[in-house]
C-alpha cells in the first residue's frame, strides 16, 4: 500500500485500511495539528505519532489494535491493595497543560525522548479548550504526581500517554478512571499499541477490522 501525504487544504484521510503493517500501521504524512484534522483522524481510526520535532508529521492505524473492553478490565490484587490504602486524591481536568507536559518530559525506562512534540501539545490543549481532550490525575499532598490524558468522542475513549512521579500514581489513576469511564457507558478505551502496562489490565490486541467496527458502532 501506498504512503500518503497529507493535502494542506482538506483534513481528509485516506482509509484506515490502507495503512501500510511493515511499519506499524504507517498510513500518511503531513498535515498538521487543527482540532478539526485530531477529531477527523481519530473518529477514523487514525492518530498522530510524530517522529520527532521538525520533521514530517505521521499518522498510523495499527493492526492489530490494542484495546481494554470493559468487561475484560482487570485490577492486579497488588494494585487493589494500594488502592485501598487511598494514598492520591483524584481530579479531572483541573491541570491539564502541566500533565500532558509531564507526559513529554518525566522519564520512563527503557526510553530516551519523546513522541509529543511541542506543536502536538499545541494541538491537544485546542482539543482539550473544546471539550474534547481530557487530563486525569493523582494528587499527593497537593502536588501532581501522576495521571494520563487522551481525546474523548462520543462514548469514545481515546488513551494517549501517562506519567507517574511516584510509585503506582498512574496505575492507580488508570484503573480509577477506567471503572468510572465504563460504569458510565464507555464500552471500551482505546490504547493503541501494545504495552505490558496496560496488558495488565486486560487489554488485548484485535483485528483492525474488528477496532474499527466498534468504533463506527460507538460513534453512531
Not at 119 to 147: C, I, M, N, P, T
Amino acid at each position: 500500500m501506498p504512503i500518503y501525504r497529507l493535502p494542506d487544504d482538506s483534513f481528509e484521510f485516506p482509509p484506515a485500511e490502507q495503512a501500510e503493517d511493515k511499519y506499524d500501521g504507517l498510513l500518511a504524512v503531513g498535515g498538521d495539528y487543527n482540532p478539526e484534522r485530531l477529531l477527523m483522524a481519530y473518529t477514523q481510526g487514525i492518530f498522530p505519532w510524530p517522529v520527532g520535532e521538525g520533521e514530517d508529521i505521521t499518522w498510523f492505524s495499527p493492526d492489530p489494535r490494542f484495546v481494554l473492553k470493559a468487561e475484560d478490565l482487570h485490577i492486579p490484587k497488588s494494585l487493589v491493595k494500594t488502592l485501598r490504602k487511598n494514598l492520591f486524591e483524584y481530579r479531572v481536568d483541573t491541570a491539564f497543560p502541566e500533565v500532558i507536559h509531564a507526559c513529554a518530559s518525566v522519564p520512563r525506562p527503557g526510553q530516551d525522548g519523546t513522541w509529543i512534540t511541542t506543536d502536538l501539545e499545541a494541538g491537544y490543549h485546542e482539543l482539550q479548550r473544546q471539550g474534547f481532550a481530557h487530563s486525569f490525575e493523582a494528587w499527593q499532598d497537593g502536588k501532581l504526581v501522576g495521571g494520563f490524558y487522551g481525546v474523548a468522542i462520543g462514548k469514545c475513549f481515546f488513551g494517549e500517554s501517562m506519567f507517574a512521579r511516584v510509585a503506582d500514581a498512574s496505575k492507580c489513576a488508570f484503573a480509577t478512571f477506567a471503572r468510572r469511564m465504563f460504569d458510565a457507558g464507555v464500552p471500551w478505551i482505546d490504547c493503541q499499541v501494545h504495552t505490558d502496562h496496560l496488558a495488565r489490565f486486560g487489554a488485548k490486541e484485535i483485528p483492525r477490522t474488528e477496532y474499527l467496527e466498534l468504533l463506527r458502532t460507538a460513534l453512531a
